[in-house]
């Protein structure tokens, strides 16, 4: 599976943007998605993952209520809406795909997308 991750850019403290990752493969509808990010000087987190099925989502803490993540599995699609951005949600934001169990774990992945940088300014 390969991940390509895009929308990304500059928004201001209250606005939005969707985040986008096109997968590559057949077998993309088996996995779960997660999108997780990474600031500078800072460990990747988690942000929000979705199972195969698209029943099950699943947020950081930090997110929750601003963040809604989706797939479309006849796109090979997992989408980020990102909305009421805060400055701290300047990261490069990277989509996951994997097997997993334990959502929020970036080390349960298999494959990753190469991530697409959010910037807010206040």
């Known amino acids: 599976v390969q991940l390509q991750a895009s929308g990304g850019g500059l928004a201001q403290a209250g606005g939005s943007l969707r985040l986008s990752c096109a997968a590559s493969?057949?077998?993309?509808?088996?996995?779960?998605m997660g999108w997780f990010r990474q600031a500078p000087g800072k460990e990747r987190e988690f942000a929000a993952a979705?199972?195969?099925?698209?029943?099950?989502?699943y947020y950081a803490d930090s997110v929750k209520g601003r963040f809604t993540i989706s797939r479309d599995n006849a796109k090979n699609t997992v989408y980020l809406q990102m909305n009421s951005l805060k400055p701290e949600d300047t990261a490069v934001y990277y989509c996951?795909?994997?097997?997993?169990?334990?959502?929020?774990?970036?080390?349960?992945?298999?494959?990753w997308g190469q991530g697409t940088q959010v910037t807010v300014s206040s």
């Open positions: 996951a795909a994997g097997m997993v169990a334990n959502v929020n774990t970036p080390i349960a992945y298999d494959y």
């Open positions: 493969g057949r077998t993309f509808s088996r996995y779960v």
């Open positions: 979705i199972t195969w099925s698209g029943t099950g989502t």
